[in-house]
């Protein structure tokens, strides 16, 4: 297995697969030491098998040769994939943007990947997340004077949320720090350890001093604190939230602080991160985020300089990746526009199959795939039937009947006692509770010569469950438990 970069959506289901697939894992330097914590936290690290490549390195496996080749993204030591195989060269990109002053000083080799194109490739696998935005993305640079206007105005604390992964982002942020004599506290987990790897590492240059622990944090004067965060894309439980609903355990957001969102929602976020921001204005605070001020570049090429590598590498056949389907069917067109024939280029989705030689391509047979739920030490062991149970009772409640019956004689001996969890406010329940004891008398009375427990239970199902949609509307999940005695 090879792993480009260690952002997390490359390397976060890593120990989940390795469980199954014990198989050798191929990094560089910074992307395996992000990788080592989460092997650890699941108990994996020790008979894992990781083996560092260099930018540059080239790994024989049987018939294959893969060569590392630099890209630039948002963190440090990303690199695309060059494969060599029986049938012709296939280049994958990964997630890559050609940034002229990249933060590391390492741009995208683009004389590498254009010496490839010399060579002969026969199909390239490119980063689609841009494909429908025109230009060129922007450098990391570009967020230097924004950033300088904001650390050189703010009264108070100043608050940065990013991807916790975004090492370059978080770099410029410490040298911003330093310029302006503000100490750095680190706000939430994944940020913490991504910061402490890449800093022992020599990724991430931080002075002796700069940094003070979380809990120390208040002890600073506000003027001089930089609080950097994770959570840019409001997730229920993640740092900046938690801080801008004021339910963190160490730092909330107070009156006078100045919040900056460094990244761009991802699709089907925005609502959380707006909510967000809506928090963060009513506790006081000044927010700055994309729609209303430029503190986030993107990663990831724009159509100008995916049109750029395609020219650089040439391929006979094309394939996009990484993007949605609107996405994926952009950057097809691009490859069309750039000289690519139509037969030659295949768009897929996950699970379908690709078939090629250097005479033809084709679609293959399509295999089975889908999300795997992860819920606590189960990993896909949640069917749907439970998913709809959980969603059941989140939605309207539940109701629970119990009650005991003579082993001998079939009649009551204890019951029907009701418990209801997220039906109805209690001080409104009585009624309710009344009428659905009710029901369940009255269908112990009518089966009384019976001794099927589950017809029983079934009809007080039944019952109860009528009771309460005529008295509600509400449909909660019924459950009897019948014992006899």
């Not at 004599?181 to 001093?209: C, D, I, M, W, Y």
């Not at 119990?402 to 019951?415: E, F, M, Q």
């Amino acid at each position: 297995m090879f792993l480009t970069h260690g952002h997390e959506d490359h390397i976060g289901g890593l120990p989940y697969a390795l469980k199954k697939l014990n198989v050798p894992v191929y990094g560089t330097r910074l992307t395996l030491g992000l990788l080592k914590p989460k092997l650890r936290e699941h108990r994996i690290l020790r008979e894992s098998d990781l083996r560092e490549v260099r930018i540059g390195d080239a790994v024989q496996l049987g018939p294959f040769r893969v060569e590392a080749v630099s890209v630039c993204h948002s963190i440090p030591d990303a690199v695309g994939l060059s494969i060599e195989t029986p049938v012709g060269r296939v280049v994958y990109t990964s997630d890559f943007k050609l940034d002229p002053a990249p933060p590391d000083g390492l741009p995208t080799d683009m004389a590498r990947f254009k010496s490839l194109g010399d060579e002969g490739v026969l199909l390239l696998l490119s980063d689609s997340t841009n494909s429908e935005r025109e230009g060129h993305s922007g450098s990391e640079r570009d967020l230097h004077a924004p950033f300088e206007r904001i650390f050189g105005s703010a009264p108070g604390r100043i608050v940065v949320a990013n991807f916790a992964s975004n090492i370059h982002r978080i770099q410029h942020l410490v040298r911003m720090a330093i310029q302006f004599e503000r100490r750095v506290a680190v706000v939430g987990r994944s940020l913490q350890q991504n910061f402490k790897t890449s800093r022992e590492l020599g990724f991430l240059k931080v002075p002796e001093g700069l940094t003070v622990p979380l809990e120390e944090a208040d002890r600073i004067p506000s003027s001089k604190l930089l609080l950097l965060t994770a959570g840019s894309q409001g997730e229920p439980m993640s740092a900046l939230t938690r801080f801008a609903a004021q339910r963190h355990p160490l730092v909330n957001v107070r009156k006078g602080d100045w919040v900056v969102i460094s990244a761009r929602p991802i699709p089907g976020n925005e609502r959380m991160v707006h909510q967000t921001v809506n928090n963060l204005y009513r506790h006081g605070a000044r927010v700055f985020y994309s729609e209303v001020g430029n503190v986030h570049v993107t990663g990831h090429a724009q159509r100008e300089e995916l049109r750029e590598m395609l020219d650089a590498t040439r391929p006979r056949y094309f394939i996009p990746v990484h993007g949605e389907y609107r996405q994926l069917l952009q950057h097809a067109e691009l490859a069309r526009e750039a000289g690519v024939p139509d037969d030659r280029v295949v768009v897929v989705e996950d699970g379908e199959a690709v078939e090629l030689d250097a005479k033809s391509i084709e679609r293959g047979e399509k295999i089975s795939t889908g999300l795997v739920f992860v819920d606590g030490l189960g990993v896909g062991d949640v069917e749907q039937v439970v998913l709809r149970d959980r969603r059941h009772l989140a939605e309207d409640g539940i109701l629970v009947v119990t009650l005991a019956l003579d082993r001998d004689t079939g009649s009551l001996r204890a019951g029907p006692d009701l418990l209801s969890r997220g039906v109805i406010e209690p001080e409104l329940s009585s009624n309710l509770m009344a009428d659905a004891r009710k029901a369940a008398v009255d269908v112990i009375k009518r089966l009384a010569d019976s001794r099927d427990l589950n017809i029983l239970q079934e009809a007080i199902h039944d019952a109860v469950s009528k009771t309460v949609w005529r008295q509600t509307r509400r449909r909660p999940m019924v459950i009897p438990v019948v014992t006899e005695i």
